[in-house]
Structures are given as C-alpha cells and as structure tokens.
C-alpha cells in the first residue's frame, strides 16, 4: 500500500532561522510526484511545492527547498529566513493511482 | 468566482438530518474531489470524480453521496448525519485525475452534528 508518514507532529523554530520537516513515503513505483502543502490558521490549504520523481534535482521556490531522496523514500522540506507567516500546519502529499495519499501533518510555530 | 467555493462556511446540524455540501469551481478542471480533516489524521478521501458524469469512492465513503452532472459542480450529501461525521470538509479540483494531480482547495466547511 502507498504511504505518506510525518514523523513530527510539531516542531518550532526562531525567526530568521531554518528549519526541516520530514517526510517519508512508501511507493512501488518509480515515476510520481511529491507535494508539501501549507495550511495557515485561515484553513485554505496552498501548494508549496511539488517535485517529479524522475528528476534529480531538487525543486525551490524562494525560501522554500526539497531535499528529495528516491532510493531513501524521503521528501523533507527546508524552510530558510522563517517568518511569522510561515505558521502553519505543513502536509506531505504523493501522488498515486489518480489521487493523493497525504500524511498527517506537521504544525509549525514560529518563535519571534 | 475565481477558484473553489464551498458553502457553507459552518453548519451546525442535528443528527438524522439530511446536509449537503456545496462546491463550485470556475476553473473548467476535469477532476474534483471531496475530503475530510480530522484532527491528527491529515486528510481524508471520501468521493472523487475523475470527469463529469463519473464519481469513484475514496477511503471513507460510508454515509456520503456525491453526483457530478456538470464539470463546475460537486456537492457531497449526507443522507443522515451522525455525530462521527462532525469535521471539516474541503473540496478539491485538478486538471485532471493524471499526473501531476496538482490540486487546488476550496475554503472548507466546518460541520458539527449534534
């Protein structure tokens, strides 16, 4: 079965610095996409990035980056330079048989 | 419009009572679906649509209807909501059911069944 875990149900960090949410997946095969959505306390959930499996390279949007293992299963998320707005709960996603299969979430809290 | 619509925003409904959920998008894509969040469990999957004219169940179907007779629209039904079924819902659109299954939220309803 496809699975998508988050290991940290919480994690904070200062402002201005980074941090690293973790995700791991579970797969059989070998061309997909990776997701991390952000859902501020608004409640809309926003697409952060995406990364193809078959490309090598990490995806970046600005201050938001992949480290994107495929032999590992691993997809976590570096945030740099946080910021207030940054607060939020942050979900795993992949794609997998025409859906998503979403993990449970990592709240993230902003210290200023 | 511009994007997803959901209404309500939040709705308190006794048990037994018949809801249905709207959901309305502008952004002529194929594939729609429906979710639930729960506390702790991310989300949830309980119908999709892959095209008009054509709905699939998710992981939680029970106790939820859907139709989809158009491409703009979308709406969920409780035929006879239970006090389990309390939760926020949100609707989704992509493209199409292919990948990348890039989806696009709605605002979600928060629903209480009393």
């Known amino acids: 079965a496809q699975t998508v875990t988050q290991s940290q149900p919480e994690m904070s960090v200062q402002e201005a610095e980074t941090v690293t949410l973790s995700c791991t997946y579970d797969?059989?095969?070998?061309?997909?996409?990776l997701f991390w959505y952000k859902q501020p306390p608004s409640r809309q959930m926003i697409l952060v990035i995406r990364q193809e499996a078959y490309k090598q390279q990490n995806a970046t949007e600005n201050r938001f980056s992949v480290n994107f293992q495929k032999a590992a299963k691993s997809f976590s998320l570096k945030i740099s330079d946080s910021q207030l707005g940054d607060a939020a709960m942050y979900f795993c996603a992949m794609d997998s048989n025409y859906q998503l299969i979403w993990g449970a979430g990592t709240k993230l809290i902003i210290k200023p | 419009i511009a994007g997803i619509t959901q209404a309500p925003t939040s709705q308190i409904l006794a048990a037994g009572r018949r809801m249905t959920l709207r959901c309305t998008q502008d952004?002529?894509?194929?594939?729609m679906y429906w979710y639930r969040q729960d506390l702790g469990l991310g989300l949830r999957l309980i119908h999709y649509s892959n095209t008009a004219g054509t709905t699939g169940k998710g992981e939680v179907p029970d106790g939820y209807s859907v139709s989809r007779a158009n491409t703009d629209d979308f709406p969920l039904t409780l035929a006879s909501a239970v006090p389990s079924q309390t939760s926020v819902y949100f609707c989704?659109?992509?493209?199409?059911?292919?990948?990348?299954?890039?989806?696009?939220f709605g605002p979600g309803t928060r629903l209480t069944v009393l």
């Open positions: 952004m002529r894509h194929n594939a």
């Open positions: 797969t059989s095969e070998s061309d997909y996409y």
């Open positions: 989704a659109s992509s493209l199409s059911s292919g990948r990348p299954n890039e989806q696009f």
